[in-house]
C-alpha cells in the first residue's frame, strides 16, 4: 500500500473526525485513490450543479443525500434510485435538502449486477476480520457469508467463495454470465490491504451492495464507521 494512500487515509479520517464516520463521497475518493472500482459520481450541493453532473453521468442517475447527521440513508428516504430525468433529480433533491444536517447531494450512475457485501469490523483479538456475502436479502435471511483475518491473498479469497451457500449466484445462475472472478479477488485483497493501512481507525467498513458482473465488481454503496 503506497505511503501516499496512508496520507489519504489519515486526511480523509481527520476530516471525519468530528463526525465520527466518513461520508460517502468521501469514502468513494479513497476507495477510488486505493485502486476499487466505484461507479461516477459527483456531490452536488446546488440543483443546479446535481442537473449538470446528472447530464455528464448520463440519465438514469441515483440521488442519495449527504449529511453528518444520516449514517442510514435508506432509512429516512434518502436514496431515490433510477432517476430518468431533471423533473424526477430536483423533485429529489428538494426533499434531501429539507433533512437534517443537508449538505448536498450525491449524483451517481447507475450500477448493476450480482450483489455482494464486503465488510470489516476490527476484533480485539484478532484485529480487522473481512466478512464476503451474498448481498441483498441472502445476507439477512441466510446468514450466507465467510470470514477470515485480513490481509487476505487471492487463495483466502477462492476459499470464502467456495464457503458460500449462494456462490452459484456468481457461476452465471440460470443463464446470466458468472461473475468476473479476478475483479472480485482483487476487490477482497485491496480491501484487506486498506485495512492495514488504516490501523486502529476504523471501526467497521460496509461496502454494501458490491455490484459484480462478467466485467467488474463496483463498489455502489460504503460507509466507514470511526473509531
Not at 433510477?82 to 435538502?97: H, I, P
Not at 446468514?143 to 487476505?152: N, S
Not at 467456495?162 to 477482497?188: I, Y
Request: with cysteine; charged share 20%.
Amino acid at each position: 500500500m503506497p505511503a501516499m494512500l496512508k496520507e489519504t487515509i489519515a486526511e480523509v479520517f481527520d476530516r471525519s473526525q468530528k463526525a465520527g464516520w466518513v461520508l460517502e463521497p468521501d469514502a468513494k475518493e479513497l476507495f477510488r485513490s486505493a485502486g476499487l472500482s466505484v461507479p461516477a459520481f459527483s456531490l452536488a450541493e446546488t440543483v443546479e450543479s446535481a442537473v449538470a453532473a446528472a447530464l455528464k453521468i448520463g440519465y438514469p442517475v441515483v440521488a442519495k443525500v449527504v449529511s453528518p447527521e444520516i449514517v442510514h440513508k435508506s432509512d429516512v428516504g434518502g436514496v431515490a434510485v433510477g432517476l430518468e430525468d431533471e423533473a424526477a433529480l430536483r423533485d429529489a433533491f428538494g426533499r434531501f435538502a429539507a433533512m437534517n444536517g443537508f449538505c448536498g447531494v450525491l449524483v451517481e450512475q447507475m450500477v448493476s449486477g450480482v450483489e455482494l457485501i464486503i465488510g470489516a469490523k476490527k476484533d480485539d483479538q484478532f484485529g480487522p476480520v473481512v466478512l464476503l456475502g451474498i448481498g441483498g436479502t441472502g445476507v439477512e435471511i441466510y446468514q450466507d457469508v465467510a470470514i477470515r483475518m485480513a490481509p487476505l491473498s487471492p487463495r483466502d479469497v477462492s476459499s470464502m467463495l467456495q464457503e458460500l451457500t449462494g456462490r452459484k449466484m456468481l457461476e452465471g445462475f440460470r443463464g446470466a454470465p458468472p461473475v468476473n472472478v479476478t475483479a472480485l479477488t482483487e476487490t477482497l485483497v485491496v480491501f484487506s490491504e486498506l485495512l492495514m493501512a488504516a490501523g486502529d481507525r476504523f471501526e467497521s467498513i460496509d461496502l454494501n451492495p458490491v455490484m459484480c458482473t462478467a466485467d467488474a465488481c463496483v463498489v455502489a454503496d460504503a460507509r466507514i464507521m470511526l473509531a
